[in-house]
């Protein structure tokens, strides 16, 4: 099968990771400007600092990448016959920089979401081992939208890729969100997911995330510690 690859600068890519962090930041001002949970303490605010910060290493990345890639020491060390051929071997290299960049985000944000679910989910006394039932079953807890539900399949799926290398290797299955079908077919790579799809489903997480927090039996919860409650970090 043919595999499209749509040609994205990298400033398209500075903008489109800095309209997702301000998504994100936005969300965070909002709850911190309403409420006095404790920043270093409280789930409700250290999960999304921690979504944050992956977001922003990828925009200061993107922008050295931008402004010196061309230019690093490194490649002086490679024979190039001629500037076309430093060309297609920059171009190859930034290839896969890129996708690494987006591959690594995704596993930052998915895994910091797994806790923050688990850690909100406990605090209503709902538990559970495997994320995409547990997310939904915090859905009905919290009697949110039911579409979130297949928000949460076209999460925990694409997660599942990550582990066959981009294939989807379980039957055939149609996911239907937002007006948008995703087609995952068995034993054939997923050919939609892109920075474009994997920003848009972030955002809707966030969401997701922010109708979680404001829902009653969540936010009027004094406090809600995170994994890193206790934690103190000493630098030298």
Same mark, same amino acid.
């Given at each position: 099968?043919?595999i499209?690859?749509?040609?994205?600068? %990298?400033?398209?890519?500075i903008?489109?990771?800095?309209?997702?962090r301000?998504?994100?930041?936005?969300l965070l +001002?909002?709850?911190?400007?309403?409420?006095?949970?404790?920043e270093?303490?409280?789930?409700?605010?250290?999960?999304l +600092?921690?979504?944050i910060?992956?977001?922003?290493?990828?925009?200061?990345?993107?922008?050295l990448i931008d402004?010196?890639?061309?230019?690093?020491?490194?490649? *002086?060390?490679?024979?190039?016959?001629?500037?076309q051929q430093?060309?297609?071997? #920059?171009?190859?290299?930034?290839?896969?920089?890129?996708?690494e960049?987006?591959?690594?985000l995704?596993? *930052?944000i998915f895994i910091?979401f797994?806790?923050f679910?688990?850690?909100?989910a406990s605090? %209503?006394?709902?538990?559970?081992?495997r994320i995409?039932?547990?997310?939904k079953?915090?859905i009905d807890r919290l009697? #949110?939208?039911?579409?979130?539900?297949?928000?949460?399949?076209?999460f925990?799926?694409i997660?599942?890729t990550?582990?066959?290398?981009?294939f989807?290797?379980?039957?055939? %299955?149609?996911?239907?969100?937002n007006?948008?079908a995703?087609?995952?077919?068995?034993n054939k790579?997923?050919?939609?997911y892109?920075?474009?799809?994997?920003?848009?489903?972030?955002?809707e997480?966030? +969401?997701?995330i922010?109708?979680?927090i404001?829902?009653?039996?969540i936010?009027?919860k004094s406090?809600?510690?995170?994994s890193?409650?206790?934690?103190?970090?000493?630098y030298?």
């Amino acid at each position: 099968m043919n595999i499209y690859n749509k040609k994205t600068t %990298v400033k398209e890519l500075i903008k489109i990771y800095s309209g997702l962090r301000f998504e994100f930041s936005d969300l965070l +001002k909002k709850l911190l400007e309403e409420n006095n949970w404790d920043e270093n303490k409280d789930t409700r605010i250290v999960s999304l +600092k921690l979504m944050i910060e992956p977001i922003q290493s990828k925009i200061i990345l993107l922008h050295l990448i931008d402004e010196h890639f061309g230019d690093i020491s490194l490649w *002086n060390l490679q024979k190039f016959q001629n500037q076309q051929q430093k060309n297609d071997f #920059l171009n190859n290299r930034l290839y896969f920089i890129i996708n690494e960049l987006r591959e690594s985000l995704f596993i *930052n944000i998915f895994i910091r979401f797994e806790n923050f679910i688990k850690l909100t989910a406990s605090s %209503v006394e709902t538990n559970g081992n495997r994320i995409n039932q547990l997310s939904k079953d915090l859905i009905d807890r919290l009697g #949110l939208n039911q579409d979130y539900k297949e928000l949460i399949n076209l999460f925990t799926y694409i997660r599942n890729t990550m582990h066959t290398e981009g294939f989807h290797t379980k039957p055939d %299955v149609t996911i239907s969100y937002n007006g948008a079908a995703y087609d995952f077919y068995q034993n054939k790579p997923v050919t939609f997911y892109d920075v474009d799809f994997l920003c848009e489903m972030l955002t809707e997480i966030k +969401k997701l995330i922010g109708e979680i927090i404001e829902s009653n039996d969540i936010k009027s919860k004094s406090t809600i510690g995170h994994s890193y409650e206790n934690l103190t970090f000493e630098y030298e």
